[in-house]
């Protein structure tokens, strides 16, 4: 039995960076960065008045109000290029480029046109610069804006979009397949017979998977029998970068999912991590397919695939940082911990009338009692050696994935 973090480690160890491929912008969102962004413009790109009013010379109407003459327009996309002389303003819009001359913008609301137009009333004085934002004072020529392995978000949008980044070279995604083994299992279409129930883990795992940013094939359910096993294992390792199984990874007698991987000589990197839940979790690698033998009970399930299945799609990405991130909560309620591992277990997260961070535990039935984990929102990581946590106290969490990054 190894600890989580060795866990981690040797997963990263074993997992290398896939491919990079161009999208189109549009397709871009929730893709891994495998480019570092510069901007080929500066931004503004000129000085942009920030205000609809006049461009004016801050001296000139130092003694308010000031009549000055109304030389021209400058409008968003059509500027006004001669230089403006003292006694002059422009009619200037948001976003248009302040004329050269002018050293501040006052906003219409201030002003008063005057003799139908051709002159106008500055009725307060305005410091230099005012409503001006000059030219690349947000960002120069050749900065890098965003990095390599950052996670596209939908904020970032606008700089990819800004700095002509029509395509964008991203981590290509993973290609898993998914196989729930179990003699006892019928699909979701089908009304399980006497001592049979219905596969959720592949949905589980797809759903997460494709969260992951993988693409996803499922395969067909497996029996428990090793040369069944080692059939569809051999197939589906061909045709996927990852292969994710659940179940028959135990020591029950027809947990049979480690030695169907080892007949096939595949090179087993762990197989049981000190994690509660999620015990017997295999690491291994088939030719260039890397395969993790999951527990069957589908809470494990969802918990073992986010601490290290999660990171290797990541990692394959380009993600620079591939694992859930820890942050801190604390506990609403009491909390039980484990003498011999480490413990992820599911909670809700919320905030008191103070903005405090609380994660209440689910009361839950173990690691089979998918129906009260579907309302969590994080996992609460409770080290090895801690017998109980006292409501009040401080614990870390990581969010489970939810929706699209
Ligand atoms: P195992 O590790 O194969 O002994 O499975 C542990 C528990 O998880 C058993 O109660 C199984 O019936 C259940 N289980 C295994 N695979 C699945 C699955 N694909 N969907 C739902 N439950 C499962
Ligand atoms: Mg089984």
Redesign the pocket.
């Known amino acids: 039995m190894i600890p989580i973090t060795e866990a981690i480690r040797i997963v990263l160890q074993h997992t290398s960076k896939l491919e990079v491929e161009s999208v189109a912008l549009s397709d871009s969102l929730g893709r891994v960065l495998a480019e570092d962004i510069i901007a080929d413009t500066n931004l503004p790109p000129f000085d942009r008045a920030q205000m609809d009013g006049y461009a004016v010379r801050a001296a000139d109407v130092s003694n308010t109000p000031a009549r000055l003459q109304i030389v021209g327009e400058s409008a968003a996309g059509a500027g006004w290029h001669h230089e403006m002389k003292a006694g002059e303003a422009v009619r200037i819009m948001t976003g248009a480029p302040v004329p050269v001359g002018a050293d501040a913008v006052q906003q219409v609301e201030l002003t008063r046109e005057a003799k139908g137009g051709n002159e106008v009333e500055i009725l307060e004085r305005v410091d230099v610069g005012r409503s001006i934002v000059r030219q690349a004072s947000e960002i120069k020529t050749g900065e890098t804006v965003l990095r390599d392995g950052e996670d596209i978000k939908a904020a970032m949008i606008a700089t990819l979009a800004s700095f002509g980044y029509a395509q964008v070279k991203v981590g290509r995604r993973p290609r898993v397949a998914v196989m729930?083994?179990?003699s006892?299992?019928v699909d979701v279409d089908q009304k399980p017979g006497r001592d049979q129930?219905?596969?959720?883990?592949?949905y589980?795992i797809a759903a997460y998977a494709a969260l992951a940013g993988a693409t996803v094939a499922r395969l067909p359910?497996a029996v428990?029998d090793t040369e069944d096993l080692k059939k569809q294992i051999a197939e589906a390792a061909g045709q996927s970068d990852v292969l994710i199984t659940?179940?028959?990874?135990?020591m029950?007698v027809?947990?049979f999912?480690k030695a169907a991987l080892q007949e096939l000589g595949a090179e087993i990197y762990f197989e049981r991590v000190a994690l509660r839940p999620g015990k017997?979790t295999v690491f291994a690698r088939l030719g260039n397919t890397l395969v993790f033998g999951l527990?069957?009970?589908?809470v494990?399930?969802a918990v073992t695939f986010n601490l290290f299945a999660r990171t290797a799609l990541r990692a394959m990405q380009g993600a620079k940082h591939p694992e859930l991130i820890e942050e801190t909560a604390v506990l609403a309620r009491e909390l039980k911990g484990s003498i011999e591992r480490e413990s992820y277990l599911p909670a809700v997260l919320r905030t008191d009338e103070k903005g405090t961070l609380l994660a209440e535990p689910l009361k839950w039935g173990g690691?089979?009692d998918?129906v009260a984990f579907a309302r969590a929102t994080a996992l609460i990581d409770v080290p090895t050696g801690v017998k109980m946590i006292e409501a009040g106290s401080c614990v870390t969490i990581v969010r489970l994935p939810a929706s699209a990054p």
């Open positions: 729930a083994t179990g006892e299992l129930i219905r596969d959720s883990n592949n589980t359910l428990d659940s179940g028959g990874v135990s029950g027809y947990d999912t017997p527990p069957g009970n589908p494990s399930v690691s089979s998918f």
